[in-house]
Each structure stands twice: as structure tokens, then as C-alpha cells.
């Protein structure tokens, strides 16, 4: 089965800062890699999504990078503010109606 | 917005009790998981399914562990009996082929 590791398990930044989290993924037939956002106490929320057709994606302050050969993916945040702090898991899925895994996830930190 | 709802929020309940968790998948959408999440092993899919037919629930303990879909509108979570190892937030998520997982608000268990 699929199997996805991601890191770091935390990070701290200052606020303004850019923050990177890695992932990578053990099935070759995976082709869609989401992240989620998971704040205190809350639900886990889609974030961000790439399909393995596409290299990069951005949305607004936020970017998934995505490295088929090297089974890499990450999420790069710029401009981190204080709201970013949260729990960041990383995914991996055959697609379709396919199970999802996610990664250990990343608590992320933004200092003010 | 339609959301994901589940039932109960919280629940205390001593070892050996049996335990129900009830999830309402948003309408209209045909996959249904159940995910526990622990600090230790983060979150680990339990079971799901695609129009009400179970997929997967290679991730659930079969001895004590039960999930079914009565109809399109229910799924449920059963533990019996229940032990403090399961203590954990139990999340239910639905989509539709091809689109992101919708994370209801998770039940807190707490097995004492």
C-alpha cells in the first residue's frame, strides 16, 4: 500500500517568513497529492490539490510543488502570518474513489 | 453550506461499554471514511465506502470494530467492547469521485 512521510513534524517561523513542508509517497500509480489545514480543536480543510499532470500549482500565498520521478511534493507558504498556524497533513491517492493516506502531518507555528 | 455532521461531539464511557458514532455525509456525495486520529499515529483511515458498499477496512480492528451505511444519508462507527487504547478523535469525511474529502467536526472519545 501507499505510504507517505512527511517533515518536519514542527516548524517555526517568523511571521513574513516562508515555510516548506515535504512529503513524499512509495506508490508509483498515485496522481493526486492534497493538503490540509488543521487548526486547534477543528476539522482538517482542503487547502490546496495537485494532480500529477501538473508540476506546480500556486493559490494566492500558498504552492504545491510536485516531483513524479522523485515521488517528492511540498507546500510552500510565503508571507506567513499568525492565522497559518496550524497542523499541515499531506496526502497521497490513486484518485477517484481511491483511499486517500495522508502524511503524520507538520505543526506549523508563525511567531508574530 | 452543506457540511458533514456527526454525532456524538464527545462521549465518556468506561472500558467494556459499547460505543456508537453516527455520521451524515453531505447529500449527494457517494464516499464515505472514518478516520482516527491520536497524537502518536496521526491520522489513520479506519474504513470507507463508495455507494454504500464497503471498500477497505483493512485499517480496523476487526474483533471490536464495526462500520456500516444503512442508507445513503447514515454511517456508523460501533466499538464493542471499548478500550482505553481507542481513546482518540474519530473523524467521518465524505466526497464524490475525483474531489476533495469533507472532514465532519470529529467525535472526541474518551475510554476511561
Known amino acids: 500500500g501507499e505510504n507517505v512521510e512527511q517533515h518536519p513534524s514542527t516548524l517555526s517561523v517568523q511571521e513574513g517568513d516562508s515555510a516548506v513542508i515535504k512529503c513524499t509517497y512509495s506508490?508509483?500509480?498515485?496522481?493526486?497529492f492534497p493538503w490540509y489545514k488543521q487548526e486547534l480543536g477543528k476539522r482538517p480543510q482542503l487547502i490546496i490539490d495537485i494532480r500529477s499532470n501538473v508540476g506546480e500549482k500556486k493559490d494566492q500565498r500558498i504552492a504545491v510543488t510536485l516531483n513524479k520521478t522523485a515521488k517528492h511534493f511540498s507546500l510552500h507558504i510565503t508571507e506567513t502570518q499568525p492565522e497559518d498556524s496550524a497542523v499541515y497533513f499531506c496526502a497521497a491517492s490513486r484518485g477517484g474513489y481511491q483511499k486517500v493516506t495522508f502524511g503524520i502531518g507538520t505543526k506549523l507555528q508563525v511567531i508574530p | 453550506d452543506a457540511r458533514v455532521t456527526q454525532t456524538p461531539r464527545h462521549k465518556v464511557t468506561e472500558m467494556g461499554q459499547e460505543v456508537t458514532m453516527r455520521c451524515q455525509p453531505i447529500l449527494g456525495h457517494n464516499t464515505v471514511f472514518w478516520y482516527r486520529q491520536t497524537m502518536m499515529q496521526g491520522l489513520e483511515l479506519l474504513a470507507y465506502f463508495r455507494n454504500r458498499a464497503p471498500l477497505d477496512d483493512s485499517g480496523m480492528p476487526k474483533d471490536r470494530f464495526s462500520a456500516e451505511m444503512p442508507d445513503a444519508t447514515l454511517a456508523t462507527l460501533k466499538i464493542q467492547p471499548s478500550e482505553p487504547r481507542d481513546s482518540a478523535v474519530y473523524f467521518c469525511?465524505?466526497?464524490?469521485?475525483?474531489?476533495?474529502?469533507?472532514f465532519g467536526p470529529g467525535t472526541r472519545l474518551t475510554v476511561t
Open positions: 469525511a465524505s466526497g464524490l469521485d475525483r474531489t476533495e474529502q469533507y
Open positions: 506508490d508509483s500509480a498515485s496522481n493526486y
